[in-house]
């Protein structure tokens, strides 16, 4: 049964002139075992234009979030005063539930997120709502956890986006060693990263997702993308490294990119100061490449 959030009707109230809508659901998994909810946001022309297709934007919540953490916090409303601005095109948001598996297929094969989303979740989306199912059709981006999602997507498969963005990325540059010693010492990131990539880390499956090895694998390939980033300048994970440090490698190689590193820390409210750029970035690239 399709299951409309809740909370839809106190974004309703406020704002007056939205007239997009949210559409959240489930898809019963085959390759992770379980449902996993997602929701859509539909520009306002959506049903009215009934046989137009739109551009998809996937975005990727962080860790301790879900599917409607992007909503909750904001997005909302910062998407629909764009629209009454006519600062964007219309297309379709489409953000999936990914608990805490970093959106890759864990090193013990038990949770497959990576293949879930490629192989089920984007053609289940693109055959269920009316998406153009072309490359210059579809962005992907993220925050945190998700900005590493994105990334990895991305640059594995410049095939299949357009377009990526993140704000402060879960970016890790530091050696193998160090993040084994992380897990070792017990810190929250690396219970998680041990969880995800083993303990101590898998270093196949490690450079299989890494976005630094990726990027530099792929290079040829992903000149072909647009690339937006930023990241906080006090991210208490000290993903600003990181950041910093994907900005050189793309320079070095010299790949296109926007990148900047703003005042700001790891939290939802410098998230949500930028999340226009990223909605903005997405909608010019969706405009250009019609």
């Not at 998994?29 to 137009?52: E, F, G, K, N, W």
């Not at 490359?135 to 998700?146: D, E, T, V």
């Not at 084994?180 to 101590?200: K, Q």
């Not at 994970?237 to 190689?253: I, K, N, P, S, T």
Request: charged content about 20%; aromatic content about 14%.
């Amino acid at each position: 049964m399709r299951r409309y959030c809740g909370f839809l009707v106190f974004l309703y109230t406020l704002s007056a002139f939205a007239q997009g809508r949210i559409d959240c659901d489930g898809l019963k998994s085959r390759i992770l075992s379980q449902t996993v909810h997602y929701c859509v946001l539909l520009p306002p022309s959506y049903d009215s234009a009934s046989s137009t297709q739109y551009p998809v934007l996937y975005y990727l919540h962080g860790l301790g979030q879900d599917e409607q953490a992007l909503f909750k916090a904001g997005g909302w409303n910062v998407i629909e005063d764009l629209r009454q601005k006519h600062a964007i095109t219309d297309f379709l948001v489409v953000t999936p539930e990914a608990k805490a598996s970093f959106y890759v297929n864990s090193a013990d094969g038990k949770l497959r997120y990576n293949d879930f989303f490629l192989r089920e979740f984007m053609p289940y989306i693109e055959s269920h709502y009316r998406i153009r199912r072309e490359r210059g059709a579809r962005g992907i981006s993220g925050i945190s956890m998700g900005g590493y999602g994105a990334f990895h997507f991305a640059f594995a498969h410049p095939e299949l986006f357009a377009a990526v963005s993140s704000e402060s990325a879960a970016l890790m540059s530091e050696s193998l060693h160090e993040l084994n010693t992380a897990i070792r010492s017990g810190t929250p990131l690396g219970r998680l990263l041990g969880s995800v990539f083993g303990d101590p880390i898998d270093e196949a499956q490690w450079r299989q997702n890494d976005p630094f090895i990726l990027a530099k694998e792929n290079k040829l390939a992903i000149r072909h993308l647009a690339i937006y980033f930023n990241c906080g300048r006090d991210d208490e994970f000290d993903f600003e490294v990181g950041a910093a440090a994907l900005h050189r490698q793309l320079d070095a190689e010299g790949i296109k990119h926007e990148f900047h590193l703003y005042p700001g820390d790891h939290s939802g409210s410098y998230f949500l100061s930028h999340l226009s750029e990223v909605i903005e970035f997405h909608s010019n690239q969706f405009r250009t490449r019609k």
